[in-house]
C-alpha cells in the first residue's frame, strides 16, 4: 500500500480533499473528492441525465405526431368519465416492457368520437415520457406515402425502428387491391418484427376478431390483428362532443347570452 499524505480534509465529512501521493516515482499533489463532493457530482449527474432524458422525449413527442392536438391528449387531461379503462390503460403503460418483448396490444374499439384516439394518444404520451420511441399514424398516410415510394420494403421497414405504432381509425382507409396488398405486407412486416400496436377503429370486435371472412384479402389483415391486439371497447361520452359544449358554453356565457 503505497502511503498517502493528506493535505487537506473536508470540515464536513471529515474525508481527504488534497493528497499527497507517489506517482511514477515522484510524490505528487492530488484532489480528491470527499463524500460531499462525490453526492454533490452525483446528483448533478442525475439533473444532466433528468434534463437529458427530457430533451429527448421532447423529440421524440415531435416525430410521433405530426398532428399537434396529440399533445394534449395525455392522462392529465382525461375527463376520468371512464375510470377502469383509463386504469387498464395505465396499467398497460407501466407493464408495456413486457407487452413490447411480446408484441401484444390494443385493439380500441366503439362508435365515432367516443375518445379511442384521446385514449390511444394518452398512452403513447405517457410511453414518449418513459423514454420509448413511438408513432401515431394511419393507413390512408401510410398508402400516400408508399405509394410515391419505389422502394416499398424499405419504407416500411422504417417502422420497425419504433416501440409502439398507434394505427388511427382502422377500416375508413381504400380497400382497392394494391391498397390491400400494402396494408397486409405492413402489417405482416409489423408481425414478423413482433411490434406492439394500438388499433382504433369504428369496426366492431365481431368484424375484425372473427373468424367468418367475407373478404379473403381482408379477412387476412384482420387475422394479423386479431393474432397480436387485444380488444377493448371504448364507450365513452364523446370528448370531441364534450369539447364542442364546452366551446358553446364559454362563447355563450363570453356573448352574455
Ligand atoms: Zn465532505
Same mark, same amino acid.
Given at each position: 500500500m503505497e502511503k498517502v499524505k493528506i493535505l487537506e480534509t473536508c470540515a464536513v465529512c471529515g474525508? @481527504? &480533499?488534497r493528497v499527497i501521493a507517489n506517482f511514477l516515482g515522484n510524490e505528487r499533489e492530488f484532489k480528491v473528492l470527499c463524500d460531499c463532493e462525490e453526492k454533490e457530482k452525483a446528483e448533478q449527474e442525475r439533473t444532466e441525465e433528468l434534463i437529458q432524458r427530457r430533451h429527448q422525449a421532447q423529440y421524440n413527442r415531435s416525430v410521433a405526431f405530426s398532428d399537434s392536438r396529440f399533445k394534449d391528449y395525455? #392522462?392529465?387531461? %382525461? %375527463?376520468?368519465?371512464? @375510470?377502469?379503462?383509463?386504469?387498464?390503460? &395505465? &396499467?398497460?403503460? %407501466?407493464? #408495456?416492457?413486457?407487452?413490447k418483448n411480446r408484441g401484444k396490444g390494443l385493439f380500441l374499439w366503439g362508435s365515432p368520437a367516443s375518445g379511442k384516439t384521446f385514449l390511444a394518444g394518452c398512452v403513447l404520451n405517457e410511453l414518449i415520457d418513459r423514454g420509448y420511441k413511438c408513432l401515431a399514424t394511419s393507413l390512408p398516410t401510410i398508402l400516400a406515402q408508399s405509394f410515391d415510394t419505389k422502394e416499398k420494403e424499405n419504407f416500411l421497414r422504417r417502422f420497425v425502428d419504433y416501440d409502439l405504432i398507434l394505427i388511427d381509425d382502422f377500416g375508413t382507409e381504400r380497400t382497392t387491391e394494391s391498397a390491400l396488398e400494402t396494408i397486409f405486407a405492413f402489417f405482416d412486416m409489423l408481425n414478423m418484427h413482433k411490434k406492439t400496436l394500438i388499433v382504433t377503429s369504428n369496426l366492431s370486435v365481431s368484424t375484425v376478431f372473427t373468424e367468418q371472412y367475407k373478404d379473403v384479402r381482408l379477412g387476412r389483415i384482420y387475422s394479423r390483428l386479431s393474432e397480436c391486439l387485444f380488444p377493448i371497447e371504448v364507450n365513452g361520452v364523446s370528448h370531441r362532443y364534450k369539447e364542442a359544449k364546452d366551446t358553446y358554453l364559454s362563447m355563450k356565457e363570453e356573448l352574455g347570452l
Amino acid at each position: 500500500m503505497e502511503k498517502v499524505k493528506i493535505l487537506e480534509t473536508c470540515a464536513v465529512c471529515g474525508k @481527504p &480533499r488534497r493528497v499527497i501521493a507517489n506517482f511514477l516515482g515522484n510524490e505528487r499533489e492530488f484532489k480528491v473528492l470527499c463524500d460531499c463532493e462525490e453526492k454533490e457530482k452525483a446528483e448533478q449527474e442525475r439533473t444532466e441525465e433528468l434534463i437529458q432524458r427530457r430533451h429527448q422525449a421532447q423529440y421524440n413527442r415531435s416525430v410521433a405526431f405530426s398532428d399537434s392536438r396529440f399533445k394534449d391528449y395525455t #392522462f392529465l387531461h %382525461d %375527463d376520468g368519465l371512464q @375510470p377502469r379503462l383509463s386504469q387498464a390503460l &395505465r &396499467r398497460f403503460c %407501466d407493464n #408495456f416492457e413486457r407487452y413490447k418483448n411480446r408484441g401484444k396490444g390494443l385493439f380500441l374499439w366503439g362508435s365515432p368520437a367516443s375518445g379511442k384516439t384521446f385514449l390511444a394518444g394518452c398512452v403513447l404520451n405517457e410511453l414518449i415520457d418513459r423514454g420509448y420511441k413511438c408513432l401515431a399514424t394511419s393507413l390512408p398516410t401510410i398508402l400516400a406515402q408508399s405509394f410515391d415510394t419505389k422502394e416499398k420494403e424499405n419504407f416500411l421497414r422504417r417502422f420497425v425502428d419504433y416501440d409502439l405504432i398507434l394505427i388511427d381509425d382502422f377500416g375508413t382507409e381504400r380497400t382497392t387491391e394494391s391498397a390491400l396488398e400494402t396494408i397486409f405486407a405492413f402489417f405482416d412486416m409489423l408481425n414478423m418484427h413482433k411490434k406492439t400496436l394500438i388499433v382504433t377503429s369504428n369496426l366492431s370486435v365481431s368484424t375484425v376478431f372473427t373468424e367468418q371472412y367475407k373478404d379473403v384479402r381482408l379477412g387476412r389483415i384482420y387475422s394479423r390483428l386479431s393474432e397480436c391486439l387485444f380488444p377493448i371497447e371504448v364507450n365513452g361520452v364523446s370528448h370531441r362532443y364534450k369539447e364542442a359544449k364546452d366551446t358553446y358554453l364559454s362563447m355563450k356565457e363570453e356573448l352574455g347570452l
